[in-house]
């Protein structure tokens, strides 16, 4: 197995080396030996009877760093000047950065992008405000916007630390679907300060898409905020979730040969995620949705402390069953995790029907590890890219908005949602249909292509658009 497929990571180690030539293969047996793969030498620097060299190495975990880099300095002739983690590398000045699309190349220019002239663009829009949608960015940018608070499974690291994932996914909205994003953490996790300040920013922008905010404020930010901008606000970790794990058991159903009105599902972690994945699966003919938090399965009846547990209760678990994680398993077709890391175990799968499904979609530590249940269940997924199956809401959020922006959507509907998953899980055709490939890759182009049509169309049908894209007329 590749150490990347571990959870590892690629760190680089600069070598001087002197004297006479390193004994690679010592090196590589000692670095193998040790938990670490080469996978590439270069050359940096040689001369005066020295050599730099960085040596990029796959490692399984942090302690292995130290213990090849230890290894290695006790090899006499080698020394090592510095060790990075390619990561970190990547992440240095942070991840995007905002380029002009025309050069200033001279004073006319200047006097059109910059006063005076620009001052007609804006009185332009002073008569007209929705000629901001064709005379500012505000016709394909999206604020990707944080308070830091429930960032990946890490909980709440507050707004700096959030900023490296906002910056990732600015990077995939504007990869994937060439929507200009903008990561904006906010240092607050006070309701209403929220919802001022991005009423605020609003006018910048033509879609908000909400991202690592806890439950419960994240439903009410998000409801307060649609009915009161005239832009699309999108909790992506709700929503955006939702949208591919219904795409992923539409075709994770055809593996297992059950048809979706007959499955039990279990829910674990009823936050953002789990939440709207429940609602999702109820929309679209689930019957049995039991949700599992930290206090067990939620049964109607009880008043939990917090209330959105409590709503959920009343209209989930209908036969009403009790116990932990594992009482809900037995028996049950479907687990959907969305918790938090390793909670699962394969006693627990063993429990469920023949033919289990098991999407263990926390990040960035899975509820449990693919190769401990491949054999018993019939399609495993996470929500990591460097495992197959990846249900990760990366496969909504760039399309999704891409559609959006492209007929100035008022809103995201529950049509546009059903719409979005059923166009992800139709780029799986059923020649490509297997137990490793449930949904599309990434980098599979005809997926935003697929959502955006099938996406425009429903917010065609649901009277949201504001714009009829030429090809829809
Ligand atoms: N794969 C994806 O696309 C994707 C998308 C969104 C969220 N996630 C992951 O799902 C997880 C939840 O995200 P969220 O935004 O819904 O967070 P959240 O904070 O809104 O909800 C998490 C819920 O899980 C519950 N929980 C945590 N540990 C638990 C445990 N040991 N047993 C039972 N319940 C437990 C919490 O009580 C909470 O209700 C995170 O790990 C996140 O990274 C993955
Ligand atoms: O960021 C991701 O990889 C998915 C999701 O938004 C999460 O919070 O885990
Ligand atoms: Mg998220």
């Known amino acids: 197995m590749r150490h990347q497929e571990l959870g590892g990571k690629?760190?680089?180690?600069?070598?001087?080396?002197?004297?006479?030539?390193?004994?690679?293969?010592?090196?590589?047996?000692?670095?193998?030996?040790?938990?670490?793969?080469?996978?590439?030498?270069?050359?940096?620097?040689?001369?005066?009877?020295i050599s730099?060299?960085?040596?990029?190495?796959?490692?399984?975990?942090?302690?292995?760093?130290?213990?090849?880099?230890?290894?290695?300095?006790?090899?006499?002739?080698?020394?090592?000047?510095?060790t990075s983690d390619r990561t970190f590398l990547l992440h240095l000045g942070g991840k995007i950065e905002v380029t002009p699309k025309v050069t200033i190349q001279n004073r006319d220019d200047l006097s059109r992008v910059y006063t005076p002239d620009v001052a007609r663009v804006c009185e332009a829009i002073r008569e007209d405000p929705d000629k901001a949608f064709s005379l500012t960015i505000k016709r394909n940018t999206v604020a990707v916007i944080s308070d830091g608070s429930a960032v990946l499974g890490l909980g709440n690291i507050g707004s700096r630390a959030a900023m490296p994932v906002m910056e990732g996914k600015a990077m995939l909205f504007k990869q994937f679907a060439g929507v200009d994003a903008f990561p904006i953490c906010l240092d607050t996790t006070d309701t209403e300060e929220i919802i001022r300040t991005i009423k605020l920013i609003a006018p910048a922008f033509g879609g908000i898409n909400l991202e690592d905010?806890?439950?419960?404020?994240?439903?009410?930010?998000?409801?307060?905020?649609?009915?009161?901008?005239?832009?699309?606000?999108?909790?992506?970790?709700?929503?955006?979730?939702?949208?591919?794990?219904?795409?992923?058991l539409i075709n994770a159903l055809k593996i297992a040969g059950k048809a979706i009105t007959d499955v039990t599902v279990v829910v674990c972690g009823i936050g953002a995620a789990g939440v709207a994945i429940t609602n999702i699966l109820l929309s679209a003919g689930v019957k049995e949705v039991i949700g599992v938090d930290r206090e067990g399965i939620l049964v109607e009846g009880e008043t939990y402390s917090n209330p959105v547990k409590t709503k959920y209760a009343s209209y989930t678990n209908p036969l009403k069953r009790s116990g932990t994680l594992r009482d809900a398993l037995q028996g049950a077709d479907v687990f959907i995790g969305v918790s938090g890391g390793k909670l699962l175990n394969r006693q627990d799968v063993l429990g469920m029907a023949p033919n289990p499904i098991v999407f263990a979609m926390a990040n960035p530590e899975p509820e449990i590890l693919p190769a401990d249940i491949d054999d018993i269940a019939a399609v495993v997924a996470t929500g990591r890219s460097d495992y197959p199956n990846q249900i990760n809401n990366v496969l909504c959020f760039p399309g999704i908005f891409r559609a959006a922006l492209d007929c100035r959507a008022l809103a995201i509907t529950e049509e546009m949602k059903l719409a979005a998953s059923e166009a992800i899980a139709s780029v799986i055709t059923e020649d490509k249909l297997g137990k490793y490939d449930i949904v599309p890759s990434v980098f599979d182009q005809s997926v935003v292509e697929r959502l955006r049509d099938r996406v425009i169309r429903a917010a065609i049908a649901g009277g949201v658009a504001r714009r009829i894209p030429k090809e829809y007329r």
Not at 220 to 230: G, K, N, P, S, V
């Open 10 to 49: 690629s760190i680089i180690i600069r070598l001087e080396i002197g004297g006479d030539r390193m004994n690679f293969g010592l090196v590589a047996n000692m670095v193998s030996n040790l938990g670490g793969d080469i996978i590439a030498i270069d050359t940096i620097h040689i001369g005066n009877g």
């Open 52 to 82: 730099i060299r960085d040596m990029t190495v796959n490692v399984v975990d942090a302690t292995a760093i130290r213990s090849i880099t230890e290894a290695i300095e006790k090899i006499p002739g080698i020394r090592v000047v510095n």
């Open 213 to 248: 905010i806890s439950s419960p404020r994240c439903f009410e930010i998000e409801e307060r905020l649609r009915a009161e901008l005239d832009i699309p606000v999108f909790h992506d970790d709700q929503h955006g979730t939702a949208v591919v794990a219904y795409a992923g």
